[in-house]
């Protein structure tokens, strides 16, 4: 399930350039259920060790200007962003929670909510394959250790083999982790497209840890489990930091 807002000013908004947990704090305070709330916070769904919150949400869209100066971005009203997850219950209490809003503030800018959809999902049931573009950057990465013992974090490129195998890996974890299902014999690969006009490496400063993520136009393939999923839930990891939303072409 997606959901599509679209956010109006009457006055420019002027944002930081790496404002990714702005969106992620208004996520969290527009939820009505402060059980839910709490749990998708402090809890999420727990894979063995691994914790997935299973929402991703997109950059903002619209018509903007980088000040590459100030390192901030001027957007013009109106701009948009999607909220995904798999779980309905978690994007219905978001709906609820965004109609009865008066006003929505991102950092001193003071916005009101002009409109707010679902979504159409796709049908992964009659392909296997889609090409799609990122809405948000998606990230693979191993944690390392260097020879003095110290850790380091190696973010993979879409041109390395681990870059498939992990997002792979990732979304079995998450289909065990919300459904208690076993997709580890499922497939699935990702790609940069045939057909690619963008494919880029972006540096995230998200609450001062820098993420390293890849931009631009892929083509997925698997089973339709696997790709509702990657859909819903996003691909690759830190969905809910603002990374690994996708749209299909």
Not at 19 to 34: K, V
Not at 49 to 71: D, P, T, Y
Request: aromatic share 14%.
């Amino acid at each position: 399930m997606r959901l599509k807002v679209t956010l109006a000013s009457q006055n420019d908004v002027i944002l930081p350039v790496n404002h990714q947990h702005m969106l992620q704090g208004f996520i969290y305070r527009t939820l009505t259920d402060e059980k839910m709330q709490h749990f998708l916070h402090d809890h999420g769904f727990h894979h063995e060790k691994r914790i997935f919150k299973l929402f991703a949400f997109s950059r903002l869209m619209g018509s903007c200007v980088f000040n590459q100066r100030e390192k901030e971005i001027l957007f013009y009203s109106p701009f948009t962003f999607y909220i995904s997850s798999p779980w309905e219950e978690f994007l219905q209490n978001l709906l609820s929670g965004i109609v009865g809003l008066d006003d929505v503030f991102l950092g001193h800018n003071n916005l009101t909510v002009s409109e707010v959809s679902v979504q159409e999902t796709p049908s992964f049931d009659d392909r296997i394959s889609y090409d799609i573009g990122m809405l948000s950057p998606v990230t693979v990465y191993s944690t390392l250790y260097t020879a003095e013992g110290s850790k380091k974090t190696y973010y993979y490129s879409h041109t390395e083999k681990e870059f498939s195998e992990l997002i792979q890996k990732n979304l079995i974890k998450k289909g065990s982790a919300f459904l208690g299902q076993d997709w580890s014999e499922l497939p699935f690969s990702i790609k940069r497209s045939d057909n690619a006009v963008d494919c880029r490496q972006i540096t995230v400063n998200y609450k001062n840890t820098i993420i390293k993520g890849w931009i631009g136009d892929f083509t997925i393939s698997g089973h339709p489990l696997m790709l509702r999923m990657a859909y819903d839930a996003g691909i690759g990891s830190k969905n809910s930091q603002g990374f690994g939303l996708f749209n299909c072409r």
